[in-house]
T-cell receptor
Framework: QKEVEQDPGPLSVPEGAIVSLNCTYS??????FMWYRQYSRKGPELLMY????GNKEDGRFTAQVDKSSKYISLFIRDSQPSDSATYLC?????????????FGKGTLLTVNP | SAVISQKPSRDICQRGTSLTIQCQVD?????MFWYRQQPGQSLTLIAT?????????ESGFVIDKFPISRPNLTFSTLTVSNMSPEDSSIYLC???????????FGPGTRLTVL
């Protein structure tokens, strides 16, 4: 079992839809959870950074962490064509080798006008 | 956030040659990181570059293949040596900053080896 599993998609939605992107993980030492957005031919851009379980909202984006289920989600409300990108989840623990980021493979999202 | 620049942005190279990728950041950092992003694969950490000491390589990556320099606190280079088509990938420079040690990435260098 890979440490982080992420459905690669592709995911295609109409403009204005609510998008749900998900990752599961197996390492219970992970405590910090991130979502990155990567446009084509660009580097990953940090979108959301969360610690522990719960929700964090930033504009149209909500990150959700459920540590008991080892499951994280990113919700995008009122999706726009400019949200079309690959979304990467990433996570890390603290201390020792757990400080290193472990990434999912990314989900390719297309928002159609 | 962070301002990270990389040169070159892309290159097409012949098998057996070497390419050096440069990374410049906007302010001093202790650690810089080099990642590889192969098509359809997760970002993979190659090595951590500390100023004033040898780089620390991850399992599967060796200094002879990926020598790294870190001459000061705002600059690092990664060389991909004796390239083969399997080295075709995006190479990304990265740093950590902020209260939560958030990780930021450069724009990447897209390498194609023929």
């Amino acid at each position: 079992q890979k440490e982080v599993e992420q459905d690669p998609g592709p995911l295609s939605v109409p403009e204005g839809a609510i998008v749900s992107l998900n990752c599961t993980y197996s390492n219970s030492a992970f405590q910090y959870f991130m979502w990155y957005r990567q446009y084509s031919r660009k580097g990953p851009e940090l979108l959301m950074y969360t610690y522990s379980s719960g929700n964090k909202e930033d504009g149209r984006f909500t990150a959700q962490v459920d540590k008991s289920s080892k499951y994280i989600s990113l919700f995008i409300r009122d999706s726009q064509p400019s949200d079309s990108a690959t979304y990467l989840c990433a996570m890390k623990g603290s201390g020792g080798s757990n400080y290193k980021l472990t990434f999912g493979k990314g989900t390719l999202l297309t928002v159609n006008p | 956030s962070a301002v990270i620049s990389q040169k070159p942005s892309r290159d097409i190279c012949q098998r057996g040659t070497s390419l050096t990728i440069q990374c410049q950041v906007d302010s001093q950092v202790t650690m810089m990181f080099w990642y590889r992003q192969q098509p359809g694969q997760s970002l993979t950490l190659i090595a951590t570059a500390n100023q004033g000491s040898e780089a620390t390589y991850e399992s599967g990556f060796v200094i002879d293949k990926f020598p790294i320099s870190r001459p000061n606190l705002t600059f690092s280079t990664l060389t991909v040596s004796n390239m083969s088509p399997e080295d075709s990938s995006i190479y990304l420079c990265s740093l950590r900053r902020g209260p939560g040690n958030e990780q930021f990435f450069g724009p990447g260098t897209r390498l194609t080896v023929l």
